[in-house]
C-alpha cells in the first residue's frame, strides 16, 4: 500500500527565512512519481513539480528546490528567502505507473509566512 | 483561458437533502476526478472518470454518485446516505486515459459543503 507522510502540520516563518517542507512516501513499486503541489487561500491545488523515481537529481527554480532521496523514501521542498505569497497549505503526493493506480497526497503542511 | 469551473463556492445543506456540486472543464481532458479535503487528511478519492458513459469508484465512494454524461462535465451528488458529508470538494482533470499516477493534475477551486 502507498503512503506519504507530511509529518509538519503547520509551520510558521518570518519573511526572508528558509523554511523546508518533509515529505517521507511508502511503497511497493519500482517505478513512481512525486508530486508537490500549493493550495492558496483560494482553493485550487496549483502543480509545482515532478519527479520520477529513476531520477534522484535536485532540482532548482527560482527560490524553490526539490531534494529526493531514494535511500531515505523522501522528497523534501525548500523555500528559499520566504515570502508572504508563499503562504498557503502544500501538498506532497505519490503516484505508480501500474494500472488503475491513483495518486495518494500527503496530509498538507500549512505553511505560514509572516512580514 | 482553460480551467476547471466548480459551482457553487459555498453550499448549505439540511441533513437528508442531496447536493449536487457542478464541475466544468474547457481543457478537452479526458479523464476527471473528484476529491474529498479534510483538516490534516490531505485529499481523498471519491470517484473518477477516464471517459465519457464510465466512471469507477475511489476510495470513499458510499454516500455519493456521479454522472459523465458529456466529456466537459463530472457533477458529483452528495445524497443523504453521507453520514459526514461537511467537507472541502475538489475537482480535477488530466489529458489523456491510462494511470494517473504519472500525469498532472489540473484542479478546480473547489466548492465547500456545510451541513447544517
Known amino acids: 500500500a502507498q503512503k506519504v507522510t507530511q509529518a509538519q502540520t503547520e509551520i510558521s516563518v518570518v519573511e526572508k527565512e528558509d523554511v523546508t517542507l518533509d515529505c517521507v512516501y511508502e511503497?511497493?513499486?519500482?517505478?513512481?512519481?512525486l508530486f508537490w503541489y500549493k493550495q492558496p487561500p483560494s482553493g485550487e491545488l496549483v502543480f509545482l513539480i515532478r519527479r520520477n523515481s529513476f531520477d534522484e537529481q535536485n532540482e532548482i527554480s527560482g527560490r524553490y528546490s526539490w531534494n529526493f532521496q531514494k535511500s531515505t523514501s523522501s522528497f523534501n521542498f525548500t523555500i528559499t528567502a520566504s515570502q508572504v505569497v508563499d503562504s498557503a497549505v502544500y501538498f506532497c503526493?505519490?503516484?505508480?505507473?501500474?494500472?488503475?493506480?491513483?495518486?495518494?497526497f500527503g496530509g498538507g503542511t500549512r505553511l505560514m509566512v509572516k512580514p | 483561458d482553460g480551467g476547471i469551473t466548480q459551482s457553487p463556492k459555498y453550499l448549505f445543506r439540511k441533513e437528508g437533502q442531496n447536493v449536487t456540486l457542478s464541475c466544468e472543464q474547457n481543457?478537452?481532458?479526458?479523464?476527471m476526478y473528484w476529491y474529498r479535503q479534510d483538516p490534516g487528511q490531505g485529499l481523498r478519492l471519491i470517484y473518477y472518470s477516464q471517459i465519457v458513459n464510465d466512471f469507477q469508484k475511489g476510495d470513499i465512494a458510499e454516500g455519493y454518485s456521479v454522472s459523465r454524461e458529456k466529456k466537459e462535465s463530472f457533477p458529483l451528488t452528495v445524497t443523504s446516505a453521507q453520514k459526514n458529508p461537511t467537507a472541502f470538494y475538489l475537482c480535477?482533470?488530466?489529458?489523456?486515459?491510462?494511470?494517473?499516477?504519472?500525469?498532472?493534475?489540473?484542479f478546480g477551486a473547489g466548492s465547500r459543503l456545510t451541513v447544517l
Open positions: 511503497t511497493r513499486d519500482t517505478t513512481y512519481y
Open positions: 481543457l478537452n481532458h479526458d479523464a
Open positions: 480535477a482533470s488530466r489529458k489523456g486515459q491510462g494511470t494517473v499516477g504519472a500525469n498532472v493534475l489540473t
Open positions: 503526493a505519490q503516484g505508480g505507473v501500474n494500472a488503475g493506480n491513483m495518486l495518494t
